[in-house]
C-alpha cells in the first residue's frame, strides 16, 4: 500500500534510501516504462518498443528487460547489469507531485518531490541519506530531483512525439517471437516499433518537421535499440544454462 506524502527536510531529516537494485525491491520486471528525454542511454543497453496504455488507449514507451512479465535478465543476486537505469526504476521510492503555489501573484500547480514512505527502499539505518546535518539536499536526492525532471519533460514529450508519428503512419504493430525449445516460446503480442520503409518514404517536408520537433532522432534510436533484441536473447540463453546447471547439482 502506497503511502505518498511531500517531501520536506524536517520531517524526513532522517530519511535514507536503499540505493541497491534486488526483486526484494520490485525490480523483476520483464518491461518498464522510458521516455524519449533517456531514449539516448535505454538503446544502449534495452529494446525500446510502444504499446497502448491499457487504460487510456494512447502509446507510451516501454524497455524489454525479459520475456516475461517477471523476468528482469539484467537482474541478478548481485544487482543491476547496465550501465544505464531507466529512469522510472532510479528514481527509486520518489515521485512528482503538484501542489498550489503563489508565483507572482498567481496560484499555479507546481511540480514537487513525494515520497512512498511505504516502498521498501526506505529506511532510517541504511542506504543514502536524503538530506545533510544541516537540512540541505543531498547529492542523492539532487541526482533523483534531475531524473523527476527527465520524468517530467519525458511525459510531456512523449504526446506530442507519438502524436507526431501517428499522423506520419509510422508506428506499426511487431510480434515478438522467440523460440528456445519445444517446451519454452515466447510471443510478446500488443507491441509497435517504428516502420523504417515508411521512415524512408517520408517526403522531405515531413522529415525536416520531424527533425524540426526533435522527434526524428527518436525514431531512429528506437530502431537502433532494436539490435539490442539478440543480447537479450543471449542472456536468456545464459540464464537458463545457469538454471540447469543449478538443477543438475542439487
Not at 527527465?150 to 507526431?164: C, E, N, R, T, Y
Not at 524540426?212 to 540463453?237: P, R
Request: net charge negative.
Amino acid at each position: 500500500m502506497a503511502r505518498h506524502v511531500m517531501l520536506n527536510n524536517v520531517a524526513h531529516k532522517d530519511l535514507r534510501v536503499i540505493a541497491r537494485h534486488g526483486a526484494e525491491f520490485g525490480d523483476n520486471l520483464g518491461t518498464v516504462l522510458t521516455f524519449p528525454t533517456e531514449y539516448g542511454d535505454v538503446q544502449r543497453e534495452y529494446p525500446i518498443f510502444f504499446r497502448k496504455d491499457p487504460q487510456t488507449g494512447e502509446f507510451q514507451s516501454i524497455a524489454l528487460l525479459g520475456f516475461q512479465q517477471d523476468e528482469n535478465l539484467f537482474l541478478d543476486k548481485d544487482g543491476w547489469h547496465a550501465a544505464y537505469i531507466p529512469g522510472i526504476v532510479a528514481r527509486g521510492p520518489f515521485l512528482i507531485g503538484f501542489q498550489n503555489q503563489d508565483v507572482d501573484g498567481q496560484l499555479r500547480r507546481e511540480p514537487v518531490i513525494h515520497v512512498d514512505l511505504d516502498n521498501p527502499r526506505i529506511s532510517a539505518t541504511e542506504g543514502e541519506p536524503v538530506f545533510l546535518p544541516q537540512g540541505g539536499n543531498s547529492r542523492y536526492l539532487e541526482r533523483i530531483t534531475a531524473i523527476l525532471h527527465g520524468i517530467h519533460q519525458g511525459l510531456a514529450v512523449s504526446k506530442a512525439m507519438f502524436d507526431a508519428f501517428t499522423a506520419h503512419g509510422l508506428i506499426e504493430p511487431v510480434n515478438v517471437e522467440i523460440k528456445f525449445n519445444a517446451e519454452e516460446q515466447f510471443n510478446l503480442r500488443g507491441l509497435y516499433t517504428i516502420s523504417e520503409e515508411k521512415l524512408r518514404g517520408l517526403s522531405g517536408d515531413a522529415l525536416f518537421a520531424l527533425n524540426s520537433a526533435g522527434f526524428l532522432q527518436g525514431a531512429f534510436l528506437v530502431i537502433a535499440s532494436l539490435n539490442n533484441m539478440k543480447k537479450l536473447i543471449d542472456m536468456k540463453h545464459r540464464r537458463r544454462q545457469q538454471q540447469a546447471g543449478v538443477a543438475a547439482a542439487s
